[in-house]
């Protein structure tokens, strides 16, 4: 069986026991003191220190006390040879100061890397000059140190081992420029943690600071030999900091969508689906937007260059022009305008997936009708803070014998109480497919603020009547991406789309706006 949480007990492994004990009885002191009088291994008490900084019991302080200063791999072998810029000068030194570059190269004395870095250093140090002659570079002795240069002396006083910066006294300079050139030699930093008790620790009992033996793995030893019964095990700490890992997760935007998802079928809808290239017959006409609604223009609308013409289906398009042009038997007057089969079969990238739930209802126009659809529109938008160009919508339709607005308005308060939006509210509206119309918004908790989420309605029979629909029709058309704005405290709707991964894995998995409200 389990224990019981460790959450609020104090679990102390057998070193970091000891290392307080110390602590409490001798006050503040390095890893190196620890480990001197205790006889810990540093390592292990710098682990514990780390253990126990994280259950508030030490804080530990880091400081620099000094530069260690030691050869690298270059300067190891020039504190043997000497320096490339040395040995170039004693070449020509011996030789009567002048030598070709070719000459150098065949003498053997320096390779041909050592016979770069030493004309560079030799000509830094204002030793020698670089002639012409012909097609040869000539290399003049101008000054030869007679005397070890400082960077010489520093090679040698490190060749017996590092050291601290601050033991080279006058050389400390040196060595910061040799440090600069490369594999010369390293400068490192050496730093002292001190350790001190806090007032928690300096507060807890004796008998937490008793150290005993723990054992932490079980062996066949113990079992057979029945040790095990005397042994203390050490405990599992479940709740230690440890480092976080992240693994495969969903994106905080499919993780919504899966919720809205589950509302709706958990309401008993059914999900729909349709195409994203449409007809502008769906996604215009057979809603009653005239032909020369300004929606259709092209600064909203992406139309489709190739192909640029669909078919509207044909035993709706004569319904669907008498509507326009005269309300037909809707009862309407319609739009009084000659209505355009051409532009009707235009294809466009869908505006709203109302498209998708008026394609839906023409070849199912008997109650009960109960489906829904999260996808993708797309307007021709310029795209900023809170704006996309392509974007999710919630729709859906309910239609019945008798359904009415406050059904409408009953659907939509339950579908976002079933996220955990509790302040949800209408205001009057116009959409040229519904009568009366709505625009919903909601507040998230108490923030005061509300957020515009969507429009919703009832079908005009403009809308239902050519397709032999006789009954009332719900619908709605919700943002997703505003409402994950909200959800996800975003300033930026863009944020949604960056894949800015620490984003992304700092959205809890179990997020959830319910968890907040539902209290
Ligand atoms: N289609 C509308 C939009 O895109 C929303 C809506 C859907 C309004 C259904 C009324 C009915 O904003």
């Given at each position: 069986?389990?224990?019981?949480?460790?959450?609020?007990?104090?679990v102390l492994h057998p070193i970091e026991k000891r290392v307080l004990q110390f602590l409490t009885k001798f006050g503040?002191?390095?890893?190196?003191?620890?480990?001197?009088?205790?006889?810990?291994?540093?390592?292990?008490?710098?682990?514990?220190?780390?253990?126990?900084a994280s259950k508030n019991l030490v804080k530990v302080e880091e400081s620099i006390i000094d530069k260690k200063v030691?050869?690298?791999?270059?300067?190891?072998?020039?504190?043997?040879?000497?320096?490339?810029?040395?040995?170039?000068?004693?070449?020509?030194?011996?030789?009567?100061?002048?030598?070709?570059?070719?000459?150098?190269?065949?003498?053997?004395?320096?390779?041909?890397?050592?016979?770069?870095?030493?004309?560079?250093?030799?000509?830094?140090?204002?030793?020698?000059?670089?002639?012409?002659?012909?097609?040869?570079?000539?290399?003049?002795?101008?000054?030869?140190?007679?005397?070890?240069?400082?960077?010489?002396?520093?090679?040698?006083?490190?060749?017996?081992?590092?050291?601290?910066?601050?033991?080279?006294?006058?050389?400390?300079?040196?060595?910061?420029?040799?440090?600069?050139?490369?594999?010369?030699?390293?400068?490192?930093?050496?730093?002292?943690?001190?350790?001190?008790?806090?007032?928690?620790?300096?507060?807890?009992?004796?008998?937490?600071?008793?150290?005993?033996?723990?054992?932490?793995?079980?062996?066949?030893?113990?079992?057979?030999?029945?040790?095990?019964?005397?042994?203390?095990?050490?405990?599992?700490?479940?709740?230690?900091?440890?480092?976080?890992?992240?693994?495969?997760?969903?994106?905080?935007?499919?993780?919504?969508?899966?919720?809205?998802?589950?509302?709706?079928?958990?309401?008993?809808?059914?999900?729909?689906?349709?195409?994203?290239?449409?007809?502008?017959?769906?996604?215009?006409?057979?809603?009653?937007?005239?032909?020369?609604?300004?929606?259709?223009?092209?600064?909203?609308?992406?139309?489709?260059?190739?192909?640029?013409?669909?078919?509207?289906?044909?035993?709706?398009?004569?319904?669907?022009?008498?509507?326009?042009?005269?309300?037909?038997?809707?009862?309407?007057?319609?739009?009084?305008?000659?209505?355009?089969?051409?532009?009707?079969?235009?294809?466009?990238?869908?505006?709203?997936?109302?498209?998708?739930?008026?394609?839906?209802?023409?070849?199912?126009?008997?109650?009960?009708?109960?489906?829904?659809?999260?996808?993708?529109?797309?307007?021709?938008?310029?795209?900023?803070?809170?704006?996309?160009?392509?974007?999710?919508?919630?729709?859906?339709?309910?239609?019945?014998?008798?359904?009415?607005?406050?059904?409408?308005?009953?659907?939509?308060?339950?579908?976002?109480?079933?996220?955990?939006?509790?302040?949800?509210?209408?205001?009057?509206?116009?959409?040229?497919?519904?009568?009366?119309?709505?625009?919903?918004?909601?507040?998230?908790?108490?923030?005061?603020?509300?957020?515009?989420?969507?429009?919703?309605?009832?079908?005009?029979?403009?809308?239902?009547?050519?397709?032999?629909?006789?009954?009332?029709?719900?619908?709605?058309?919700?943002?997703?991406?505003?409402?994950?704005?909200?959800?996800?405290?975003?300033?930026?709707?863009?944020?949604?789309?960056?894949?800015?991964?620490?984003?992304?894995?700092s959205v809890p998995i179990t997020f959830s706006i319910l968890k907040k409200e539902r209290g």
């Amino acid at each position: 069986m389990y224990n019981e949480p460790l959450r609020e007990e104090l679990v102390l492994h057998p070193i970091e026991k000891r290392v307080l004990q110390f602590l409490t009885k001798f006050g503040p002191a390095s890893f190196s003191v620890i480990a001197e009088k205790t006889g810990l291994d540093e390592g292990a008490i710098a682990k514990a220190a780390q253990w126990l900084a994280s259950k508030n019991l030490v804080k530990v302080e880091e400081s620099i006390i000094d530069k260690k200063v030691e050869l690298g791999n270059e300067g190891k072998i020039y504190a043997e040879k000497g320096l490339p810029e040395r040995r170039l000068v004693d070449f020509l030194e011996r030789i009567g100061g002048e030598a070709e570059l070719s000459d150098l190269k065949e003498s053997n004395i320096l390779s041909d890397e050592e016979i770069r870095i030493g004309v560079i250093w030799a000509k830094k140090n204002g030793w020698i000059e670089i002639t012409r002659r012909g097609d040869e570079a000539v290399l003049e002795l101008r000054k030869y140190p007679k005397e070890r240069i400082d960077d010489e002396i520093v090679l040698q006083l490190l060749k017996g081992g590092g050291r601290s910066l601050a033991s080279l006294g006058p050389y400390a300079p040196t060595c910061e420029k040799l440090s600069r050139r490369p594999g010369l030699i390293k400068v490192s930093q050496e730093s002292i943690h001190i350790v001190t008790p806090t007032e928690k620790a300096l507060k807890l009992g004796d008998e937490l600071l008793t150290a005993v033996e723990e054992v932490s793995q079980l062996t066949p030893e113990l079992i057979s030999s029945g040790k095990w019964r005397e042994v203390t095990f050490s405990r599992y700490n479940l709740f230690a900091p440890v480092k976080a890992t992240f693994a495969a997760r969903l994106h905080p935007l499919t993780m919504l969508i899966d919720m809205v998802k589950e509302a709706f079928v958990e309401m008993g809808f059914e999900e729909i689906r349709g195409p994203l290239v449409e007809l502008a017959f769906w996604n215009f006409d057979a809603l009653f937007q005239p032909q020369d609604h300004p929606a259709r223009e092209m600064h909203d609308t992406f139309y489709l260059a190739n192909p640029d013409r669909g078919e509207p289906p044909a035993k709706f398009i004569e319904p669907v022009r008498k509507t326009h042009e005269d309300g037909g038997e809707t009862g309407s007057k319609g739009w009084g305008y000659k209505w355009s089969l051409e532009e009707a079969s235009k294809l466009v990238l869908r505006t709203h997936t109302t498209a998708t739930t008026i394609r839906y209802l023409s070849e199912h126009n008997e109650p009960p009708v109960r489906v829904f659809t999260v996808d993708r529109v797309y307007r021709n938008e310029k795209v900023d803070w809170k704006h996309l160009a392509e974007l999710h919508q919630i729709e859906g339709i309910l239609m019945d014998k008798s359904v009415t607005l406050r059904h409408l308005m009953g659907i939509i308060k339950e579908f976002y109480m079933r996220l955990g939006i509790r302040n949800v509210r209408f205001r009057p509206s116009y959409f040229p497919y519904t009568e009366p119309s709505a625009e919903v918004e909601v507040m998230l908790g108490e923030s005061g603020r509300w957020t515009e989420l969507g429009g919703m309605g009832i079908f005009r029979p403009e809308v239902t009547r050519p397709f032999g629909v006789k009954y009332p029709v719900l619908a709605w058309g919700l943002g997703l991406e505003r409402l994950a704005m909200a959800v996800f405290n975003l300033n930026d709707i863009r944020e949604l789309y960056r894949n800015d991964l620490s984003w992304i894995r700092s959205v809890p998995i179990t997020f959830s706006i319910l968890k907040k409200e539902r209290g």
